[in-house]
């Protein structure tokens, strides 16, 4: 069964700092891999897309990077801000398991003032 | 913002009851995809719709039903409603090589009493 982790599961951190979200993944017969942020109640809000074949994609204070071989990818925060707080979750498409996502549970990330 | 609206956003219904919800999709994508969120948990797949087919079922019973129509926005049935069938419904609008991001809508939160 294809399944997606992320760790941690909650983080609260002072306004400022620098973060990094953790996804794995058990295939690395990956498509693709999505981050989506999710404000509390909303629906998803899509940060970004990394194609199986890049190792990194940018977009302002966020970057993500892939590792197939380890079944890892990681968003980075940088100067994180309060408007920052929301849940993160990663989404796979498995090359072998269909065109559709499937969604780590998500990190909780808190941005103190 | 994107052009996926799900409608209605909220929705309480009686369990044993039906429910359709509706999604469109954003232009210039030709693939539909609805999951299920718990409370706390990450989206789950139901299905996904390309060109009016059904192209893929996540483990979700028959009384999860569903159509898109020629314009590409889509319908979620749900027959015989149960208490667990309270949560979070969203639709995803991409393309069906999953080569460009993945769009989803703002949901709709469905209440089962």
């Known amino acids: 069964k294809q399944e997606v982790t992320q760790i941690p599961a909650a983080l609260s951190v002072p306004e400022g700092e620098n973060l990094v979200l953790n996804c794995s993944f058990t295939?690395?017969?990956?498509?693709?891999l999505q981050w989506f942020r999710q404000d509390p109640g909303k629906g998803l809000t899509s940060l970004l897309l990394i194609q199986s074949s890049q190792r990194e994609q940018t977009s302002g204070r966020l970057n993500a990077s892939l590792d197939k071989s380890s079944g890892r990818s990681t968003l980075y925060i940088a100067a994180s801000q309060p408007g920052d707080s929301a849940t993160y979750l990663c989404?796979?498409?498995?090359?072998?398991?269909?065109?559709?996502?499937?969604f780590g549970p998500g990190t909780r990330l808190s941005v103190l003032p | 913002e994107t052009g996926v609206t799900q409608s209605p956003t909220h929705l309480i219904k009686t369990r044993g009851q039906q429910v359709t919800l509706r999604c469109s999709s954003q232009s210039g994508h030709n693939t539909v995809s609805w999951y299920q969120q718990a409370l706390g948990q990450g989206p789950q797949f139901i299905f996904q719709y390309y060109r009016e087919e059904e192209n893929g079922r996540g483990n979700f019973p028959p009384r999860f039903s569903g159509l898109q129509f020629p314009n590409y926005s889509s319908e979620l049935n749900v027959n015989a409603l149960e208490l667990d069938d309270s949560a979070l419904y969203l639709c995803?609008?991409?393309?069906?090589?999953?080569?460009?991001?993945?769009?989803f809508g703002q949901g709709t939160r469905l209440t089962v009493v």
């Open positions: 295939d690395s017969a990956i498509y693709n």
């Open positions: 989404a796979v498409i498995f090359s072998d398991y269909g065109q559709n996502f499937v």
């Open positions: 995803a609008s991409s393309s069906l090589t999953g080569d460009t991001e993945a769009f």
